[in-house]
């Protein structure tokens, strides 16, 4: 089967990879809710050590840094006020990096991230990594797109989970988790932003 154009190609949207100092990094629901009990995702562990990696890397390059949490209340698995909601200590924010609360999978949707992002002084490049890649790493690089922003998804930096497959009589038979993160990628670079396959495409010179 024939591998179809992109639409960033068919519209002359640039698909260079950005240096890693030139953005700001949004570091999408790195929260404890992924590592266990029933939102735990597949692939989960190896995402947030190349999340910490990519950290580490946008601290040491200088890159402006800003933490998102999703909030989904007291007793959930969201619950950012107990450890399950907590940022992942691999990833916690130090003194002087700003954490946005969203409630929405676009974390720019009733959210301060954008007037965030405009007190940081950031530019149009982003970079986004976090959980989950069909969930709010695909709706915020599209919110980031929409906006006029220039996202970059860090596609090792990413998990998600299994999901059934709606077939109209609700016996879906599993669409396993690697297919899933995939196809959310595949979503992504077809429009809303580029692809870093791994940390180390946004920090080794020279970059494609």
């Known amino acids: 089967m024939p591998v179809s154009t992109t639409l960033r190609d068919l519209i002359g949207l640039d698909n260079q990879l ?13 929260q404890n809710t992924y590592r266990t009990g029933v939102m735990a995702l597949e692939g989960a562990e190896p995402a947030l050590a190349a999340g910490a990696r990519l950290l580490s890397a946008a601290r040491a390059q200088g890159a402006h840094v800003v933490h998102i949490v999703n909030d989904g209340g007291d007793g959930t698995p969201y619950d950012i006020r107990t450890e399950i909601g907590a940022i992942s200590p691999e990833v916690a924010p130090v003194e002087g990096e700003p954490v946005v609360v969203k409630q929405f999978p676009n974390a720019f949707h009733d959210t301060d991230l954008e007037k965030t992002l405009r007190e940081l002084g950031a530019g149009p490049e982003l970079v986004l990594a976090g959980f989950m890649t069909h969930m709010c790493v695909s709706f915020t690089a599209q919110g980031a797109f929409n906006l006029g922003y220039r996202p970059t998804v860090v596609a090792e930096a990413t998990a998600t989970r299994s999901l059934a497959t709606p077939d109209g009589t609700g016996t879906g038979a599993a669409l396993p988790a690697a ?30």
């Open 18 to 30: 950005p240096r890693l100092a030139d953005t700001t990094l949004l570091m999408i629901d790195f």
């Open 179 to 208: 297919t899933l993160h995939s196809a959310a990628l595949a979503t992504i670079g077809d429009l809303f932003g580029r692809i870093a396959p791994r940390v180390e495409d946004l920090t080794t010179e020279p970059r494609p």
